[in-house]
Structures are given as structure tokens and as C-alpha cells.
């Protein structure tokens, strides 16, 4: 068991930091202070558990590259400006969904709402501003290139673990956004693995994340064909998705990889412990796909070097804690 905790989570530290601001700003109050409902429930980051102080009960691991004289991965380049001083852990976004939208294309522009029509990025952040804002509930929204398998929009929805298709007119288009309102939609089984490779927005992500789709293609490709020969594995009739995505923050640290394990993938017959999660990981090279393929993917473990946080789908934990509070 491993607890991550900075020093700013200090208990009598924050105190007195709570009430040095109090006394300098008398109309200042932190969120903390807030009472909690449901719908802050809803959903919980790891980079948040940290911060409350929760232990991660959760398998962790080590990195390990590619030997260098059995390593046929593509090379990293040097030229792209890396920040490999910085702490990864705690760096993602807070957010409670994630709508990740298939576009069959990776040229999107800096914001991929100014793409030209149809746009429903654009629609759906539009809706956000305008129509269904929720403060208390965040959500990403990023484009990939997943083709979409049929007419209308397609996607999926994390942590909810939803793939929807076939949203054509604005009213289906705002059942992504209302929870007691999913458009038509079918669980999703197998791993999504989503690359940055943005390089509108960012060369670094650009140039880092076409590598590492190819790598990753690769090692999962290998890894299918052991899945097809072992019947009694309930995944052996398809293996992990993989695509690169827009923009989801963190440039300094490419190459950005998110993880998203389904509550029923299984490893040897066993539900994986990481089911149910989103795992970020920062400044993924080439030479460390195998390995996570390997040790996250089909091994239930969080590589420690390369995690910059991640949401889970389990928050029973999360309301226990807040109700003994």
C-alpha cells in the first residue's frame, strides 16, 4: 500500500494556512469549507485522493526501458524539450467525464472547436457554456482519430465506460451530457488506450505521439494473437483500442498517455485490479510501451515514474471518507 502525500496535505499545516488566508482575505472561504452533496460524488480523480490523503491501495511497479541491444523500438527524439525535473504525480486535470469523440483524422486545430462543421466538440462545449453548465460537475471533451462505424457522431464516455453512436440531432446530442439521459450506447470491454498527438496545439505531442501509437499497435498486436490461441481468455476475440487524441494538457511532460481499463477486463481469470480506471502516465517514450503494455495493461500495475494521476469509477471509498468526516 503506498500513500502519496505532499507536504502541502498536512493537516495542521493547512489549518494554518486556512486561517492566515481567512484573517488577510475575510471573504475568502476554500472549497473544502463547501458541504458536499452527491454530485460532487460523482466522481473523484487520484490526483484528489491524494490530495485528501486517501492510501492508493492499488499495485504499483517500476519503469523498465528496452534493452539497448535488444531494443528495435523507434528512438525518442532529442530536440523536443521534455521537463524531466518536475513531479509527475497530481499533474492531470480534475474532471468528472471524459467525451472522447471520433473524428477519423488527427489534423484538428489549436481548439478543435474553430474546426469547420460538423463539430461536436464545438456543440457540446457550446451546450456546457450555454445550456447544461454544472459546477459541480467537470468534463474533457477531446477528439481522436477512431473512425466512427457508422453515420452520425460516435464515441466513448469514461468513467462510465459507455461507447455511444449514432447522435444526429441536438436533442441526442445533449443526452451525452444529462446522466439520467445516455443516448444509445453499449459497454465497453476492452482497454482504450489514448495518445496525445496534437501537433497543432503542441510540436512535442505532435511529433512523440505517432511514435507511440506505432508502438503500441505493434506490442498489442503480438499480445492479440496469444489472446486468440487462449480460448478460455474471455477478451481472446479482441484486444486493446489505440488512437491519439487532442489536447488533454501537459505538453512538458510528451509523451501524455491515458489508460482506460473496463471494470470487467480480466487478467488470468481475475478482474484486474486497475478495472474501472483511468491511468495517466507522463513522458512515455517508445522504449517504455512494451513495458506498459506488459505491466498496466495486461498486468494490473501502476508504473510509478511515469503516473501523473487518473479517475476511477469505484468511489465508495471516496464517500466513506467523507461521511466519517
Not at 197 to 216: A, M, N, S, T, Y
Not at 267 to 293: A, C, F, M, N, Q
Not at 295 to 318: C, M, N
Amino acid at each position: 500500500m503506498i500513500y502519496f502525500v505532499p507536504r502541502f496535505c498536512d493537516v495542521n499545516y493547512l489549518k494554518f494556512i486556512t486561517w492566515l488566508m481567512m484573517i488577510i482575505r475575510p471573504k475568502w472561504r476554500p472549497s473544502c469549507l463547501r458541504p458536499f452533496n452527491a454530485l460532487h460524488l460523482q466522481a473523484l480523480t487520484l490526483r484528489n485522493l491524494t490530495q485528501l490523503r486517501l492510501p492508493l491501495d492499488l499495485p504499483t511497479t517500476s519503469i523498465e526501458g528496452c534493452p539497448p541491444s535488444e531494443c528495435s523500438c523507434a528512438a525518442t527524439p532529442e530536440d523536443l524539450d521534455i521537463d524531466h525535473e518536475k513531479p509527475l504525480a497530481g499533474t492531470i486535470p480534475y474532471y468528472d467525464q471524459h467525451v472522447v469523440i471520433d473524428t477519423g483524422e488527427v489534423n484538428w486545430p489549436s481548439r478543435i472547436e474553430d474546426s469547420e462543421e460538423p463539430n461536436l466538440a464545438a456543440t457540446l462545449k457550446g451546450l456546457i457554456k450555454n445550456e447544461l453548465y454544472d459546477s459541480g460537475t467537470r468534463r474533457l471533451i477531446t477528439n481522436s482519430t477512431f473512425e466512427s462505424e457508422d453515420k452520425g457522431f460516435s464515441g466513448y464516455l469514461f468513467p462510465e465506460f459507455r461507447r455511444f453512436e449514432g447522435i444526429h440531432s441536438a436533442e441526442d446530442i445533449k443526452t451525452i451530457l444529462i446522466p439520467a439521459g445516455k443516448p444509445s450506447s453499449s459497454e465497453v470491454k476492452v482497454p482504450i488506450i489514448l495518445i496525445c498527438g496534437h501537433g497543432q496545439r503542441d510540436r512535442r505531442c505532435g511529433v512523440i505521439g505517432p511514435l507511440l501509437k506505432g508502438e503500441f499497435t505493434k506490442c498489442f498486436k503480438a499480445y492479440e494473437e496469444t489472446l486468440r490461441r487462449d480460448l478460455s481468455h474471455p477478451s481472446s476475440n479482441v484486444g486493446p483500442r489505440v488512437a491519439l487524441c487532442s489536447h488533454i494538457g501537459g505538453h512538458a511532460w510528451a509523451g501524455n498517455v491515458i489508460i482506460y481499463i473496463p471494470p470487467s477486463w480480466t487478467l488470468d481469470g481475475r478482474v484486474s485490479p486497475l478495472g474501472g480506471t483511468g491511468i495517466w502516465y507522463g513522458r512515455v517514450e517508445p522504449k517504455h510501451v512494451k513495458t506498459i503494455v506488459h505491466r498496466t495493461v495486461f498486468g494490473g500495475h501502476i508504473i510509478k515514474e511515469l503516473f501523473r494521476g487518473g479517475i476511477q469509477r469505484d468511489f465508495k471509498a471516496a464517500e466513506d471518507l467523507v461521511q466519517a468526516n
